[in-house]
């Protein structure tokens, strides 16, 4: 027998063992709870000392397992014996034990002689109390590896709310869309192989694919053990974690094996539990695949069953709540899965069809089971005593003999009544459904029993949609829902349109439009509010959103925060696709929108708060549709990477090479600013597929029309902020369109301007010096009206095309640098020149254009905005930079007493001026990316200079200390510190470091020569070098060992 764990003097070094601290608060007195009563969300302990003592069990800032830990003993009691009266059975070892089934000294310690009950007959209503429970925490199954799940203690009387409250609130499950209650048999029973492996894989995959609870009676055997081994094959064959499938077992725990490991008043974090089958006699083992379990007390010892009434009650609490899940707010089916099972089996079945709940009976699984899977298709007349006398002979037949006449009449009458319901009775079998189709069965089985409930006609068919959506199961939306039984009309799918949406469920979205949802019915502009409303808060455009708000609500000085609105929507996308589109939403008048007209009259919704059905019902406006809904609904998913919702809608666009090229660079921009890294990834990489949509879109046009193909890449798209397919790709930076054929071929028209693209480069610059030839043959022209000699036109076109424009802007430039050179070498007088002055009326040219750039705002960003995005661009600075130090240059040379540190300004400003030549040079084929490869190759060098500096300063501190005493001269030290080693490394090794070459007429003996460095350590009588030659030739080896091989090397190869 197990040995019940209590508070008495048999088990303190027992419970020490598992607990470290025993926790022996005040004495609580035993209360009743009511199923009406309202549990409190987390009540506190009945005494500070009781605190104390569960806050000390645990580390600091386990908080969880300090509420939980306050919160069980103040709200789930336990059972407990108050009166020892002797039975006349007794144990299995022949010891005496009370009529609870217990020994005498598992009682408490005053049970034994209570002055109060002496002398009476035992009475469970009278001699068990409730008292806090002292069995909770998490269960470790010792030798399986890491299975570890939560367990209570529970009394048999305890309110459903509460354990419900439990599950939800401190074991952080979310409620089931689903509950599954699996009975049968609960000894270990034989099912074919492969019935089996279809109940097991098609009962986990309905739990994982719906969110379903699978509840049973959480014991190591029979169906309960048939559940387990289902679980864990799903968890080791599949990549989600075991949590994703809640297995519920209600146990009873006067029934449960090695118990007393699992006492602990303070909670068992985690309490080690063997599972021993050999030694159980019995008793039970709990089932180590199962995650959750909740053992029902009523104070006794062996006897099973206690746990079915509060099973019962709690599975009927559970079917009564109402889950919102993906917008779509239902009550909690229940569905109950039977296998093999006795006579216990068949009263659960009775009661669930007398209750409501459809049953699943698995044919083949043996005994109950197969009685009514045989019978199950007879008409109820045809039932005959007879008929299930010879059943139950077959089927039962090691203990047919216990079945009596009167009890043959009682299975026959329950088995009629079964069968007479049989819109809740589905019969799986094997074959039938295909293989692996548990799971449709129980769906189906839970469909075909709201047809015939609470729902009728259009309401029916609403509510097994909500179900579908709600499960996530769009093949059973497809083949029970969507057939010729029922017409659905467009507008009736809005609202689960919507909340499929939410929930991001794509293949529900494909459906409903393949069903005939036509998406400028449905986007209208109070659905785009509300969509955006209900984003993911963990969305980095949602967070974008708030930032915009909180500015506006500042901006207003108003008290509250005001609500998301489609041009708080434009603002943040306008800063994403950048400045060249329109605002997507532009700010509506202070007038009242009128609703939407859509009536959803039988599907209650609600996500978030929002009520969804509030959008979706009758008024005497009209309804507000946008300009494209297949781009509102595009961006609503691409913002968050929503990837195969996104490509659903992508597929409906008209414009969908710009739709593409468009979400690229949405994403890119907010991949920069998202902050984890996988989400990053992510995200480049859904913006790396839009650009090859785009491009794929591009070819298969470009093969068909090139002409019409290279048209789009310029055509002003309306829906997309007025911009360009052409302008987007450059935005996006989408180098891989833009290296496209067709895209080359046309930016090489562009390019020539209206000239034909096979003149010669140098025919264009012969032209350029000597523009009469412009009216010869030597440069042809597309059109054929150009082609007259004395056309005005010819002229105009030749000179407008952006081929000569930049040209001419590069021989300007190059005029401008040699004039600009030959003044500051040749002709630099006190007074400015002609050719001078020439240079500054240029540097006002420049000056202007730069000024132009900055202030120059068509898309009306603001000041600040255009100089943000103005000194974004590396050569924007590098201009600034260049008139800044030309005119502070300029302002010295006009001052006579500053003439000659004005021409040193004016020569570093040349040379910034010459370095802006890269970037007009990066058009070029062959120039262009190796100045792209340099600048790149310039952030790199940062990082090998500070490592060559650490070398540098580090070997030139060392030789000057070793070879020269007490230098002052801080020119002189800093030569011979940074600029001599330098130096070195580039071959000009001082003449003194090794003492060979060294004269005393190079250097100032006491330093007081300014043009000579102070001599080394030398001798005083024959002016000899006293240092360490062969110190400082060491250092010298190993400084050019380190920085000429390995650093440059390195150097080297990082370019490389």
């Not at 600091?60 to 709200?75: F, R």
């Not at 009167?406 to 074959?431: A, H, N, Y």
């Not at 959008?615 to 406006?621: I, M, V």
């Not at 496209?740 to 264009?764: E, I, P, S, Y």
């Amino acid at each position: 027998m197990a040995v019940r764990g209590r508070h008495t003097k048999v088990l303190p070094s027992q419970l020490n063992k598992v607990c470290p601290e025993r926790g022996d608060g005040p004495t609580t007195h035993p209360r009743e709870m009511s199923d009406f009563e309202v549990v409190p969300n987390l009540q506190q302990s009945s005494s500070s000392v009781a605190k104390g003592q569960r806050k000390a069990h645990f580390p600091s800032g386990s908080n969880e397992k300090e509420n939980l830990i306050s919160w069980i003993p103040e709200n789930i009691r336990k059972k407990e014996c108050t009166y020892f009266v002797e039975s006349s059975q007794t144990s299995d070892s022949g010891r005496v034990v009370c009529e609870c089934g217990y020994l005498r000294e598992q009682h408490l310690e005053d049970a034994a002689k209570p002055p109060l009950f002496l002398g009476k007959e035992w009475d469970p209503n009278r001699h068990i109390q409730e008292m806090p429970t002292d069995a909770f925490g998490d269960i470790h199954f010792t030798g399986l590896g890491q299975k570890t799940g939560k367990y209570v203690r529970v009394s048999s009387d305890t309110p459903p709310r509460v354990i419900y409250h439990l599950m939800t609130q401190h074991w952080g499950l979310d409620a089931p869309n689903l509950l599954i209650s699996v009975t049968g048999g609960a000894k270990n029973f034989i099912m074919k192989p492969r019935l089996k492996n279809i109940f097991r894989q098609g009962l986990v995959k309905v739990a994982q694919t719906t969110g379903a609870w699978i509840i049973t009676g959480g014991s190591h055997a029979g169906v309960m053990k048939q559940v387990g081994e289902a679980v864990r094959d799903f968890v080791l064959s599949c990549s989600y974690k075991e949590g994703d499938v809640v297995t519920i077992g209600i146990a009873t725990w006067g029934t449960v094996y090695n118990r007393e490991s699992l006492i602990c008043p303070m909670g068992g974090f985690p309490a080690e539990y063997v599972l021993d089958e050999e030694n159980q006699g019995s008793l039970s083992c709990l089932d180590s695949n199962h995650s959750h379990f909740i053992l029902v007390d009523d104070g006794t010892h062996g006897r099973y069953g206690v746990e079915i009434p509060l099973r019962t009650r709690l599975e009927k609490f559970i079917s009564k709540q109402t889950k919102v899940k993906g917008g779509v707010a239902i009550k909690i089916p229940i569905v109950c899965v039977v296998l093999e099972g006795g006579p216990g089996t068949l009263d659960t079945i009775y009661n669930a069809i007398t209750n409501g709940t459809p049953c699943v009976i698995v044919e083949g699984s043996g005994r109950v089971a197969d009685v009514i899977a045989q019978v199950a298709g007879l008409p109820v007349s045809e039932i005959t005593i007879a008929l299930i006398r010879k059943k139950l002979s077959v089927l039962f037949h090691d203990t047919y003999e216990q079945f009596t006449e009167g009890r043959v009449v009682e299975w026959t009458k329950k088995i009629q009544d079964i069968v007479r319901s049989r819109q809740l009775l589905t019969i799986f079998r094997e074959g039938k459904y295909g293989q692996q189709d548990v799971d449709v069965a129980i769906l189906q089985a839970l469909f075909k029993a709201s047809r015939n409930q609470d729902h009728f006609g259009r309401e029916n068919w609403d509510h097994q949609l909500k179900l579908a959506v709600a499960w996530n199961r769009v093949d059973i939306a497809r083949s029970e829902i969507f057939t010729d039984d029922y017409e659905w009309k467009p507008t009736d799918l809005h609202s689960v349109m919507a909340a499929a949406l939410i929930s991001n469920k794509p293949e529900f979205v494909k459906l409903f439009v393949e069903q005939g949802v036509r998406l400028k019915e449905f986007v209208t502009w109070d659905t785009l509010v509300y969509l955006y409303d209900n984003m993911a808060p963990s969305c980095l455009f949602h967070s974008k959103l708030q930032k915009v708000l909180l500015e506006e609500k500042e901006h207003t000085a108003s008290s509250k925060m005001p609500r998301i609105q489609l041009h708080h929507v434009s603002q943040v996308l306008r800063e994403l696709l950048g400045r060249s589109t329109q605002p997507l939403y532009p700010k509506p008048k202070h007038t009242e929108r009128p609703r939407l007209s859509i009536p959803v009259p039988h599907i209650k919704l609600n996500v978030q708060g929002s009520s969804l059905r509030s959008l979706y019902k009758r008024t005497s406006g009209r309804v507000t549709f946008t300009i494209d809904p297949v781009r509102d609904l595009l961006i609503w998913a691409v913002v968050q990477s929503r990837k195969e919702l996104a490509e659903i809608i992508w597929a409906q666009s008209q414009d969908c090479m710009a739709a593409a090229l468009a979400c690229s660079k949405i994403l890119k921009e907010l991949a920069k600013e998202e902050e984890d890294t996988d989400t990053t990834d992510e995200m480049l990489a859904l913006a790396e597929q839009y650009e090859h949509k785009a491009i794929g879109v591009f070819t298969e046009c470009y093969r068909k029309d090139e002409e019409r193909a290279q048209k789009l890449l310029v055509r002003v798209s309306e829906a997309w902020g007025k911009t360009t397919c052409l302008q987007l790709a450059l935005e996006a930076k989408n180098m891989n369109f833009v290296s496209h054929g067709g895209v080359q071929a046309f930016l090489t028209k562009v390019w020539w301007g209206k000239m034909c693209v096979d003149n010669g480069l140098w025919r264009v610059i012969v032209c350029m010096l000597f523009f009469p030839l412009l009216y010869t043959s030597f440069i042809a022209f597309r059109e054929k009206k150009m082609q007259p000699m004395g056309c005005l036109t010819r002229f105009r076109a030749f000179f407008t095309a952006p081929v000569v424009i930049f040209h001419m802007n590069i021989l300007s430039y190059f005029t401008f640098l040699l004039l600009f050179a030959y003044v500051l070498m040749v002709d630099f007088q006190p007074s400015p020149s002609w050719w001078e002055y020439l240079i500054y009326f240029w540097l006002f040219s420049l000056v202007c254009e730069e000024i132009r750039q900055l202030l120059h705002d068509p898309d009306g960003l603001g000041a600040l905005k255009m100089a943000s995005l103005y000194f974004k661009d590396f050569w924007n600075k590098l201009d600034v930079g260049a008139i800044v130090v030309f005119i502070v240059g300029l302002t010295c040379r006009l001052i006579p007493s500053t003439l000659y540190p004005g021409r040193i300004i004016l020569s570093l400003a040349f040379i910034i001026f010459c370095l802006r030549l890269m970037h007009i040079f990066t058009v070029s084929k062959t120039l262009g990316p190796k100045i792209i490869i340099v600048k790149r190759m310039m952030k790199d060098v940062f990082f090998f200079l500070f490592l060559l500096a650490v070398w540098v300063v580090s070997f030139g501190v060392a030789k000057q200390a070793i070879l020269i005493h007490n230098e002052e001269r801080v020119e002189w030290l800093f030569r011979g510190v940074v600029y001599h080693s330098y130096l070195t490394i580039f071959g000009q090794i001082p003449s003194y470091i090794d003492g060979v070459n060294f004269n005393i007429d190079q250097c100032s003996p006491n330093g007081t020569d300014p043009y000579k460095p102070k001599c080394p350590e030398t001798n005083e009588d024959n002016k000899e070098p006293i240092f360490p030659e062969w110190l400082t030739v060491i250092l010298l080896c190993l400084y050019l060992l380190f920085t000429n091989i390995l650093l440059l090397n390195l150097l080297i190869a990082m370019f490389n």
